[in-house]
């Protein structure tokens, strides 16, 4: 039998402390570097972070060519594959930057949206196992898990050009559901041709579907108002029931990943790229192999899209029937909804010039301070809306981007906890625990399809969020809004 | 043979076998033991085809547990056991396995893809070791 868990290796290379939450990796630490690695973390954090080999992935981005000021990681950061998870770098076409698929993830635009309700907990507490119970029969969730929504190959090719507004041509969001999501829904120049026929089939019948692995829906009660101001602007109060959706783009997604990734096998070597791991492929913006990752990505994202709309619409049926009135009239309005797995092309400030960079956020969320023209009218004064789900256990945050965030990130925050036990140590860690239980003592009713997924989501496989957030608060990249606490939650 | 090993958000296959072709059987059970975390829930009433063209064995590999998943994926076929033959061209395998029933089978994991980081193939004094890691 092989050894079933090889010796964990942690970081050993340099990490300077700039300052209070912020360490650095110097460029001069590994030949062919071309800018510092930068963590954002505290004394709390910074253990774990060299507990595993992500921090030496920070330093791997920081080989790709065109990267500009930093190859950056934000506090929930874990060893990844390619780049670490919670990974952010901005590449710069003009400077023969490139765009690797590995800086997104095989989960294109994986993200989350929260729905507010006019719901307080008297009113939920009753019906919260009846909630999750129903949210579970009705949700497709779990694995092999298709839904109700089944389209063609010329449909998802229709959606994916338009994304969310595709899906309120036909009665399934409204004119408010399209305004309240990252880009409105639809991550403009998407090339849906370029989307293989595999791809296609696997996203068939998952458009609406929850998937597995960290994605769920869960049932939340606004806990604490960190910031009057921007709770009142995002339409948030103490004891305030909402829900949480987190999934991306399905199989479609993850085979336009891997689509690229054997596309760009050989493109390292035809560019002369130097690479130090192999899943960080890559190739210029502007050569043929990156115009086509582009094109299908932004297809695969509006796709992502498209599925949490349909996952909130399914959220508020069951909603509807639980409490017997027709959903609007529970006031279930999307707060916002924001990708965290995606690389997007924006206009940055670098090095006081106006640049045109191709932001890479791998497990890491765009957090823009107010008054950027990207935010929605309805929320520029205040700021973009950020989401943070955390664990199943303890909480989940709203935060509002920064006034840090354009000069530090470009105009990034963290995006959840992030892992700090692995799969395998967390099933060993709950066994002879019914972690069901331990949760409903903690009053959070929960339900899993998959035979150890609660086991593996168990809160204490995570970060404490409010720790990380804590950090990137400090740090200026986002603040804190509204503290969150499940009730319920349904997982893969 | 084969193991899981830990990787902190993911999961990872490694191999050890006799023979090349039994490191491709043994990855293949591999990625059902993640899918299923029982292959004793499979029975192996079906048999299916595969042809994978290559001529590097480490990228043969990936290739070739990359179609299993695809069959999952696409066809929500289960395989517990594995017949393999390589060539200079390629592999043709046999796989025995069923659809998966949701009224029986209980699934533990959901792969999103077969991924390249530390993927790794080589011949030892004994044989051939394999790693894969795959995105939960």
Redesign the interface.
């Known amino acids: 039998?092989?050894?079933?868990?090889?010796k964990?290796t942690g970081y050993e290379g340099p990490l300077q402390r700039i300052d209070d939450c912020t360490w650095r990796i110097p460029k001069e630490s590994r030949p062919g570097m071309r800018v510092d690695g930068l963590i954002f973390a505290d004394d709390r954090l910074i253990d774990l972070v060299k507990s595993?080999r992500?921090a030496e992935q920070v330093a791997n981005v920081a080989f790709l060519p065109g990267i500009q000021q930093a190859s950056l990681a934000m506090p929930d950061i874990?060893?990844?594959?390619?780049f670490c998870?919670g990974g952010v770098c901005a590449t710069d076409p003009a400077a023969g930057g490139v765009v690797s698929p590995g800086g997104v993830?095989?989960?294109i635009n994986c993200g989350v949206r929260l729905v507010r309700t006019n719901l307080t907990l008297d009113d939920a507490a009753p019906h919260v196992t009846r909630l999750v119970d129903q949210l579970l029969q009705d949700v497709p969730v779990?694995?092999?898990?298709g839904g109700r929504y089944v389209y063609s190959p010329d449909e998802l090719r229709g959606m994916m050009r338009q994304g969310v507004p595709w899906l309120a041509a036909r009665g399934l969001a409204t004119s408010d559901d399209v305004a309240c999501a990252e880009a409105e829904g639809c991550i403009p120049d998407p090339m849906p041709e370029l989307v293989s026929d595999?791809a296609l089939?696997?996203g068939a019948d998952q458009c609406g579907t929850v998937?597995?692995?960290?994605h769920f829906i869960e049932v939340q009660v606004v806990d604490r108002i960190a910031d009057e101001r921007a709770a009142a602007a995002f339409g948030l109060h103490a004891g305030q029931i909402c829900v949480l959706i987190h999934s991306g783009s399905r199989?479609l997604g993850?085979?336009v990943?891997?689509d690229a990734?054997r596309a760009l096998?050989d493109a390292p070597a035809k560019y002369g790229i130097p690479l130090p791991?192999?899943?960080l492929?890559c190739a210029p913006l502007d050569s043929p192999e990156g115009r086509h990752y582009l094109g299908a990505m932004r297809a695969a994202a509006n796709y992502a899209f498209c599925n949490r709309q349909l996952l909130m619409w399914q959220v508020r049926e069951v909603f509807a029937r639980v409490f017997d009135c027709p959903w609007e009239s529970l006031g279930m309005t999307l707060l916002y909804d924001v990708a965290h797995n995606i690389a997007k092309m924006e206009t940055h400030d670098v090095d006081g010039i106006s640049k045109e960079v191709c932001v890479h956020r791998k497990g890491a969320t765009r957090a823009f301070p107010a008054g950027h023209h990207d935010i929605p009218a309805r929320y520029r004064d205040t700021g973009q809306p950020v989401i943070i789900p955390g664990d199943m256990g303890r909480a989940s945050w709203v935060l509002v981007g920064g006034p840090r965030s354009l000069e530090r990130s470009f105009g990034t925050t963290c995006h959840g906890a992030g892992?700090c036990l692995?799969?395998?140590?967390a099933t060993k860690a709950a066994q002879g625990r019914s972690i069901a239980h331990e949760l409903e003592r903690a009053g959070v009713i929960a339900r899993s399809?998959?035979?150890?997924g609660l086991a593996e989501e168990q809160p204490a496989a995570y970060k404490d969020v409010d720790v990380v957030v804590d950090v990137v608060h400090r740090a200026g990249l986002s603040s804190k809004v509204a503290r969150l606490r499940p009730l319920g939650v349904i997982k893969? | 043979m084969h193991a899981i090993f830990e990787h902190t958000a993911d999961l990872g296959i490694r191999v050890e076998a006799p023979s090349l072709e039994q490191a491709f059987a043994d990855a293949g059970r591999g990625l059902f033991t993640v899918i299923a975390g029982d292959l004793g829930q499979i029975r192996t009433t079906t048999v299916e085809s595969f042809e994978v063209a290559g001529t590097d064995p480490t990228w043969l590999l990936f290739d070739w547990v990359s179609e299993l998943h695809a069959a999952f994926e696409l066809r929500r076929m289960l395989f517990a056991d594995f017949a393999v033959a390589i060539g200079a061209t390629g592999l043709r395998a046999t796989a025995r396995g069923e659809r998966y029933d949701p009224g029986r089978h209980r699934l533990a994991h959901e792969i999103k893809a077969i991924t390249q980081h530390e993927l790794d193939l080589h011949e030892t004094a004994v044989g051939w070791e394999a790693t894969l890691i795959v995105d939960i």
């Open positions: 039998m092989p050894d079933p868990i090889p964990r595993d992500a874990h060893w990844g594959y390619g998870i993830g095989y989960d779990g694995v092999g898990q595999r089939a696997r998937g597995a692995g960290n199989g993850y085979q990943c891997d990734l096998r791991d192999r899943q492929a892992r692995s799969r395998t140590a399809r998959s035979r150890d893969g």
